[in-house]
């Protein structure tokens, strides 16, 4: 119309290319607690001791035997061995926990905004995947795992072509995942059998 202020276009979102959203972190509060407690448990207690040494106290007993047996003890020693295994192995544990993501319960979604960050449960994935295969005819009752990589479909039909319906099925899991908006859509593998006879 002449004099009508025209409509601002809302810009253009450009299409987001799967694999570009990386998983979410996991927290981590009860390895951070106990680290945390442990480091400050140890370093308090030393440096009270160490205090008591300065006020021409006797250290701790626990520190002059630390000392002596570390002192005596030749590196081969199983107990020396032991610890040092338990140290490298909690080490390379926290490092781990220092270095990935962790949280593999929630799956990325596809970026529609850069400021924007989305994710689903897999749990919550495998049962929308789920109420969609139990719309497909002859399907009695379906199991779906959802992983990272591969959506795994067990289905069980009651009538029909055992082969028509794995082909429904897998039409209708291939839809369902798409229109999961996922940055990585997973694999379907889809297997249809017969209910056990009672």
């Known amino acids: 119309m002449p004099g009508s202020v025209p409509e601002p276009v809302p810009e253009s979102v450009p299409e987001s290319v799967p694999g570009t959203a990386r998983r979410f972190w996991a927290v981590r509060r009860v390895p951070a607690f106990l680290v945390a ?19 021409h106290r006797p250290a701790m007993g626990w520190r002059r035997r630390l000392a002596h047996e570390l002192a005596t003890r030749p590196l081969g020693d199983g107990w020396v ?11 390379a544990w926290l490092v781990l926990l220092a270095v990935t ?39 009695q009752s379906v199991r779906v795992k ?6 795994k479909v067990r289905a069980q039909s009651h009538f029909r072509d055992l082969g028509d ?34």
């Open 37 to 55: 407690a442990v480091v400050l448990g140890a370093a308090g207690l030393l440096l009270y001791d160490v205090a008591a040494v300065r006020a």
């Open 146 to 151: 959802v992983g990272r990589h591969r959506v």
């Open 101 to 139: 993501p962790g949280l593999r319960s929630v799956l990325p979604m596809r970026p529609d905004r850069a400021d924007l960050r989305a994710g689903i449960d897999r749990r919550a994935a495998a049962l929308v995947l789920r109420d969609r295969a139990m719309e497909v005819a002859g399907v």
């Open 81 to 91: 061995v032991g610890g040092a295994v338990i140290a490298v192995v909690v080490g």
């Open 165 to 198: 319906v794995r082909a429904d099925v897998e039409g209708v899991m291939a839809e369902g995942v798409r229109k999961l908006g996922l940055a990585r859509e997973p694999g379907v593998s889809v297997r249809v059998g017969r209910p056990a006879k009672k």
